[in-house]
């Protein structure tokens, strides 16, 4: 069974800092794209960024020079370091990672989400 762990949200002031983490376990023989999404309430689920398998990144304009998303191939892990958060920053925080295992093949995983709450 894979498994994705996150961990990192919190509660911070506006023009902090968070990191979050999000580590996959199991039968992993590889990560492909990895990446993040955020959820406020009454909104629908969005991207925060993306890490794909050959090294792009991709992020969402309004966290772009401020999100930084990086991936970890050997601890199959990706991370997600935010600086400079706004309130408007305060959603839960998803990791997505599609991978291919031994067994199962190609699969689309989430996390369980973690708050992120940016005070003003």
């Known amino acids: 069974q894979v498994q994705l762990v996150e961990s990192g949200g919190g509660l911070v002031q506006a023009g902090g800092s968070l990191r979050l983490s999000c580590a996959a376990s199991?039968?992993?023989?590889?990560?492909?794209?990895m990446g993040w999404y955020r959820q406020a309430p009454g909104k629908q689920r969005e991207l925060v960024a993306t890490?794909?398998?050959?090294?792009?990144?991709n992020y969402a304009d309004s966290v772009k020079g401020r999100f930084t998303i990086s991936r970890d191939n050997a601890k199959n892990t990706v991370y997600l370091q935010m600086n400079s958060l706004k309130p408007e920053d305060t959603a839960v925080y998803y990791c997505?990672?599609?991978?291919?295992?031994?067994?199962?093949?190609?699969?689309?995983?989430w996390g369980q989400g973690t708050q992120v709450t940016v005070s003003s």
């Open positions: 997505n990672a599609e991978l291919l295992t031994y067994y199962d093949g190609r699969g689309d995983y």
């Open positions: 199991g039968s992993i023989f590889s990560m492909l794209t």
């Open positions: 890490f794909s398998r050959g090294g792009s990144t």
